[in-house]
């Protein structure tokens, strides 16, 4: 059995089941990572907080340990939280694959991208998910994402795959003559990522998945 095996084993096994709705992304988030041949870099903003909770939070950081573990001895991951409670759960549950790092986001970044760059790196997987989003005022998270994003920006390649969590679908709609549904306007990503969903159709990147999680290359 090859190592990348190991991990498609243990997402079938033990993470699908409990993933719920993050389940078929995230199944697309390690396929298109599956494609590189060279050794990847995940980069991820809000980091597993709660041991567990796959179906609340998805648990991405023991995900993306995992997948790193199992696939290379030099893939890597970073990722950051402002939360000095939730870095020190992470460091729990992950290896020293994981750089885990408790700061702001946007500043972090900003901080790591300077290092790629000198580094001569680029990020394979950007995957953002921190300030959580008020669904009824979703503009200050959905904000400080794309804040996220264009703090990434140097690092990020065409082929980068960027994907947000927490962003439904939102949609405005009647009810037709049988009760359907009949849109007026959407549906568009919402949630997180609707600000990055809008520049990502205003610069012509390529949406890969639009669900729970929304994903896109070509930035
Ligand atoms: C939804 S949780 C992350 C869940 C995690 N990705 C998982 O799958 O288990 C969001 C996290 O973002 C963090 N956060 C909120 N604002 C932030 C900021 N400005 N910079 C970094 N992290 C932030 C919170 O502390 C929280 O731990």
Not at 41 to 70: H, M, P
Not at 155 to 180: H, M, N, W
Request: hydrophobic residues 40%.
């Amino acid at each position: 059995m090859t190592r990348a095996s190991e991990f498609w084993t243990f997402f079938d096994r033990e993470a699908a089941p409990q993933l719920a709705r993050r389940e078929p992304t995230f199944r697309q988030i390690f396929q298109y990572l599956d494609q590189f041949n060279h050794p990847v870099t995940i980069v991820e903003t809000g980091c597993v907080r709660l041991a567990g909770n796959w179906a609340g939070d998805g648990q991405s950081t023991v995900l993306f340990d995992k997948y790193v573990c199992l696939r290379d001895e030099a893939s890597v991951v970073y990722t950051v939280d402002i939360d000095e409670a939730a870095t020190k759960q992470a460091r729990a549950l992950v290896s020293d694959r994981v750089k885990v790092t408790c700061a702001d986001s946007v500043t972090f970044l900003t901080e790591l991208v300077a290092k790629l760059s000198n580094e001569a790196k680029t990020v394979d997987l950007l995957y953002l998910d921190s300030f959580d989003v008020d669904w009824t005022h979703l503009y200050p998270s959905s904000i400080h994402h794309l804040k996220e994003l264009c703090a990434a920006m140097r690092v990020i390649r065409k082929d980068t795959l960027v994907a947000v969590d927490d962003c439904p679908l939102e949609a405005s709609f009647v009810p037709g003559p049988q009760g359907q549904a009949e849109f007026v306007q959407g549906p568009f990503v919402g949630g997180k990522g609707r600000l990055v969903a809008e520049f990502a159709a205003a610069c012509g990147a390529q949406p890969h998945f639009a669900a729970y999680q929304a994903g896109w290359t070509g930035f």
